[in-house]
């Protein structure tokens, strides 16, 4: 990925952590009856987010600190969080002409559906294990 630099993509302004708490009160209008505006709740929030009014979490923030890596290795790095609170590391190396992809989703039992226990780990043999149509993956 030619271009990616060390350095941290600042976090766009619509992903600070104020937007994660709850709206502002909104100014007093002749419309009263208007429905109020819902509250975004990140998706490993909202099953405790139904049993209790706890407020969102704020987003994490990059690392600010340079990676510290050995002197031999030329590959860059950047660090970015997205909107919907997954944190990514691109790393690129110039000396290949092929790609790679990884995900580490920090989601698990705890986030299953009382509906649906077993999810997380059947959602976890579905990435990870082979199938008929992609046998070998």
Same mark, same amino acid.
């Given at each position: 990925?030619?271009g990616?630099?060390?350095?941290? =993509? *600042?976090?766009? /302004? !619509? &992903?600070? $952590?104020?937007?994660?708490?709850?709206? +502002? %009160? #909104?100014?007093?209008? @002749?419309?009263?009856? =208007? *429905?109020?505006? /819902? !509250? &975004?709740? $990140?998706?490993?929030?909202?099953?405790? +987010? %139904? #049993?209790?009014?706890a @407020?969102?979490?704020?987003? *994490?923030?990059p690392? !600010?600190?340079?990676?510290?890596?050995?002197?031999?290795?030329?590959?860059?790095?950047?660090?970015?969080v997205?909107?919907?609170?997954?944190?990514?590391?691109?790393?690129?190396?110039?000396?290949?002409?092929?790609?790679?992809?990884?995900?580490?989703?920090?989601?698990?039992?705890?986030?299953?559906?009382?509906?649906?226990?077993?999810?997380?780990?059947?959602?976890?043999?579905?990435?990870?294990?082979s199938?008929?149509?992609?046998?070998?993956?």
């Amino acid at each position: 990925m030619p271009g990616l630099d060390a350095t941290p =993509a *600042p976090v766009p /302004a !619509t &992903a600070d $952590a104020d937007a994660c708490g709850p709206p +502002a %009160a #909104a100014p007093a209008s @002749a419309d009263a009856d =208007a *429905p109020a505006e /819902a !509250t &975004a709740v $990140a998706p490993e929030r909202a099953t405790a +987010a %139904a #049993a209790s009014d706890a @407020a969102p979490l704020p987003l *994490p923030k990059p690392p !600010t600190d340079d990676l510290i890596k050995p002197a031999n290795d030329d590959h860059t790095y950047r660090h970015l969080v997205l909107p919907n609170r997954l944190r990514v590391l691109l790393v690129s190396d110039p000396t290949t002409d092929k790609a790679g992809a990884a995900m580490d989703v920090a989601v698990g039992s705890l986030s299953d559906p009382d509906s649906f226990p077993g999810l997380a780990h059947f959602t976890e043999h579905m990435l990870f294990y082979s199938s008929e149509k992609y046998p070998v993956e």
